[in-house]
């Protein structure tokens, strides 16, 4: 098992530029979802989803896009990079909403 | 919207000292999770509590919910080296909804 992947490991955009991060997971966990990390702030809630087809807005869905066509893929769409987007990105699983297993997560600079 | 709040934000402490960190929530809770993520780490799943005025033990670390569903602790008993990191809440709302994170206590502990 190797649990919840996700690529890249780090990514460095210049502002407009687009870009998917990748989220993959071997547990057949229904429920997926992205975080962002800040210094100060936590982890915020970007999209989640409870199940292939199914997704729905967190805290700070704005300027990230998402789609679930399979149980085991939840990849999270950039659609025109900001500096504000500059974070870490953490993906997660779980089965039913409970324990959320996460990803190593996506080092992610915007300039 | 739901809000979860956790304090305090940085914790320093001497080792063999307590450590308390406290999260509350803005509505009432149908589960509250704890996470611990080491430096440079992912978030790891340390328990979830479910019932009104819960109380589970994991050795040194203690875990409670209030009686209001509302509030929760996490308290270690003679910190070591190794408690070093950020120790996250979340709270799920009444609803089955989404996953709320506080902001993190970082835990400091000098040899």
């Known amino acids: 098992n190797a649990g919840v992947t996700q690529t890249p490991k780090f990514q460095v955009l210049k502002t407009g530029q687009s870009m998917t991060l990748q989220c993959a997971q071997d547990?057949?966990?229904?429920?997926m979802s992205w975080y962002r990390q800040d210094p100060g702030m936590g982890l915020r809630l970007i999209h989640y989803?409870?199940?292939?087809?199914?997704?729905d807005q967190g805290e700070v869905p704005n300027g990230y896009n998402v789609s679930r066509s399979t149980t085991e893929d939840f990849p999270l769409r950039l659609l025109s990079a900001a500096p504000s987007q500059t974070s870490v990105y953490f993906c997660?699983?779980?089965?039913?909403?409970?324990?959320?297993?996460f990803g190593p997560g996506t080092r992610l600079t915007v300039l | 919207g739901q809000q979860v709040m956790q304090i305090p934000q940085y914790q320093h402490v001497q080792e063999g000292e307590d450590f308390t960190t406290y999260c509350n929530s803005s509505?009432?809770?149908?589960?509250i999770q704890w996470y611990k993520q080491r430096p440079g780490g992912h978030p790891v799943f340390l328990i979830q509590?479910?019932?009104?005025?819960e109380v589970k033990k994991q050795k040194r670390l203690t875990f409670q919910f209030g009686e209001a569903k509302k509030n929760s602790s996490l308290h270690i008993t003679a910190t070591q080296t190794t408690d070093v990191g950020t120790y996250f809440c979340?709270?799920?709302?009444?609803?089955?909804?989404?996953?709320?994170f506080g902001q993190g206590t970082e835990l400091s502990v000098k040899p």
């Open positions: 997660a699983s779980s089965f039913r909403g409970d324990t959320q297993y």
């Open positions: 547990m057949n966990h229904e429920y």
């Open positions: 989803s409870v199940g292939a087809g199914i997704t």
């Open positions: 509505t009432t809770l149908s589960n």
């Open positions: 509590l479910v019932k009104s005025g």
């Open positions: 979340a709270g799920r709302d009444n609803q089955g909804g989404k996953l709320i």
